[in-house]
T-cell receptor
């Protein structure tokens, strides 16, 4: 079945360390790919998106993500994590008419930052 | 700019009660969505609308109804509330479809007891 998988439910990193959050999808064609962030008690905010072209995309707050077609992955990275990055991160995939023309979210990864 | 505004922020309902979650946006977006968020499950689409007068079911529509009489407003109605509807509800809007950025409201935390 088609799905969006974020294999890590929780990740804890030290402040200043690098971060990588994983996302894999199982839709056939290259979909629209997004990363959103949700701070406690807030709605979701778009970090970055990929449609086509350069497979490394830059987003807000120093985040970047790399699309790898061969692995059906769109992993989120940050070179140096700040305490304010503690939040929940959602990968989302926009799929076309053959899959119902919808945006499908992964289950989310909770990031904890330790000082 | 207000963006997407949801009310109320919190609500407790008794089983069998009804309520309407309000959502309004001031960005003149055509597309509006209702999601529910349950721990460890991500966001599930309840209903969506591509314009005034047009609504359609998402992944989990049972127990809910919507209407879209204006571009700005997209209320979600819960009839005969059940404990399974305890969740956080988010309204979102976008200019276009699945390729567009979503703008989210701050959510409504609903408990059905």
């Amino acid at each position: 079945a088609q799905s969006v998988t974020q294999p890590d439910i929780h990740i804890t990193v030290s402040e200043g360390a690098s971060l990588e959050l994983r996302c894999n999808y199982s839709y056939g064609a290259t979909p629209y790919l997004f990363w959103y962030v949700q701070s406690p008690g807030q709605g979701l905010q778009l970090l970055l998106k990929y449609f086509s072209g350069d497979t490394l995309v830059q987003g807000i707050k120093g985040f970047e993500a790399e699309f790898k077609r061969s692995q059906s992955s769109f992993n989120l990275r940050k070179p140096s994590v700040h305490w304010s990055d503690a939040a929940e991160y959602f990968c989302a995939v926009g799929v076309g008419e053959e899959y119902g023309n919808k945006l499908v979210f992964g289950a989310g990864t909770i990031l904890r930052v330790k000082s | 700019n207000a963006g997407v505004t949801q009310t109320p922020k919190f609500r407790i309902l008794k089983i069998g009660q009804s309520m309407t979650l309000q959502c309004t946006q001031d960005m003149n977006h055509n597309y509006m969505y209702w999601y529910r968020q349950d721990p460890g499950m991500g966001l599930k689409l309840i209903y969506y609308s591509v314009g005034a007068g047009i609504t359609d079911k998402g992944e989990v529509p049972n127990g809910y109804n919507v209407s879209r009489s204006t571009t700005e407003d997209f209320p979600l109605r819960l009839e005969l509330a059940a404990p399974s509807q305890t969740s956080v509800y988010f309204c979102a809007s976008s200019y276009g479809g699945v390729s567009e950025k979503l703008f989210f409201g701050s959510g409504t935390q609903l408990s059905v007891l």
